[in-house]
């Protein structure tokens, strides 16, 4: 819901400051070194911005992200970035456009997962990478216990907890899907082409 994220927009970059300065933004920097120079790249949920300082050279460089809030935040950070409101459920691109689709921490939130992927497979060219680091249910144990905070994370604050998003993008048609497990298998980088 955009309403959750406009509530948090003011305050979100420093909620976020400790595990950004000691984990989350060398992750961001290695996984994100894998976007392509000089093509059309798309970023999904961009939030306050976070990811613009690694983002290539590029023939054309858009964040979407679905709050106001979120947007008015990142909009100083975005040189040479066209920032647009849009829904990831609904991308208003055509088919076959983007070189990159890349989402992080996002697709907690989405409604629904497979509408989005959906999506994003349409607006990418055959052979186009899709590059996502995502919090998700872990195997085993601890996925019970995820899928019990579950309940709480999406009625406070609209979070799914235990989405099984590898899965999600591989029902959605997507190829070559690659994922490395991190922290215990609750953070994942997923990797998959068009
Ligand atoms: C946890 S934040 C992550 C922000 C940023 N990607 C980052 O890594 O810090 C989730 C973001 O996804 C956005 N979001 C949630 N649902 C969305 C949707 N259906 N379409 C587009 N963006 C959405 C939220 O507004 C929020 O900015």
């Known amino acids: 819901m ?19 300065h000691y984990y989350l933004d060398r992750l961001r920097r290695r996984v994100l070194s894998a976007l392509p ?7 999904i949920g961009a939030g306050t911005g976070v990811n613009f300082k690694f983002y290539p050279n590029c023939r054309h460089a858009v964040a979407s992200e679905i709050s106001r809030q979120m947007i008015e935040i ?41 509408r989005g992927f959906a999506e994003i497979r349409r607006v990418l060219k055959p052979g186009g990478q899709l590059i996502l680091i995502e919090h ?3 195997d ?6 995820f899928d019990a905070l ?5 009625a406070i604050i609209d979070d799914h907890f235990n989405r099984r998003t590898a899965a999600s993008v591989a029902d959605a048609g ?21």
Not at 37 to 43: M, S, T, V
Not at 140 to 145: D, E, I, S
């Open 136 to 138: 998700v249910r872990p």
């Open 74 to 114: 990142a909009r100083p950070k975005a040189h040479q970035i066209d920032l647009i409101q849009t829904d990831a459920q609904t991308l208003p691109f055509p088919a076959d456009h983007f070189d990159a689709v890349f989402a992080t921490l996002v697709f907690c939130s989405v409604p629904d997962p497979a």
């Open 37 to 43: 120079a000089n093509g059309r790249i798309l970023e």
């Open 140 to 145: 085993g144990l601890l996925g019970y216990a």
């Open 150 to 154: 579950n309940v709480l994370t999406t």
């Open 2 to 20: 955009p309403q959750t994220y406009d509530s948090f927009a003011s305050f979100y970059d420093r909620a976020f400051a400790p595990l950004e």
């Open 174 to 194: 997507f190829e070559g899907i690659e994922v490395e497990k991190r922290l215990a298998g609750i953070l994942n980088i997923i990797t998959a082409q068009k």
